[in-house]
């Protein structure tokens, strides 16, 4: 009888160290995921302030473009005006023609 005990403890240790020894696999293996993640994480914040950053850069050159469209308008605007009133006044003035 004693036999069969030491037998049943026996294969009770050996199931114990099966599933323990599981367990650490299982944990290695989830702690190298972790630490997997927790770099692409950092690679990926540091990606998206470089972004960011880019973005801050293009809205800042993108707003300064905008100026100069604005400021470019306001000159042809002005050079229309100032077009139109030469030929109202050379509309208005002498008439002579000239040939050629």
Do not use: W, Y
């Amino acid at each position: 009888m004693a036999q069969i005990f030491l037998g049943v403890i026996i294969v009770g240790l050996i199931m114990t160290m099966k599933v323990v020894m599981d367990s650490l696999r299982i944990m290695r293996d989830i702690n190298a995921e972790i630490n997997q993640f927790r770099t692409s994480t950092q690679t990926c914040r540091a990606q998206i302030e470089i972004e960011e950053k880019q973005s801050a850069e293009l809205a800042l050159e993108v707003s300064q473009i905008q100026a100069e469209v604005n400021e470019l308008t306001q000159k042809e605007k002005d050079m229309n005006k100032q077009i139109g009133q030469l030929r109202n006044d050379l509309g208005n003035g002498p008439k002579f023609k000239v040939d050629m």
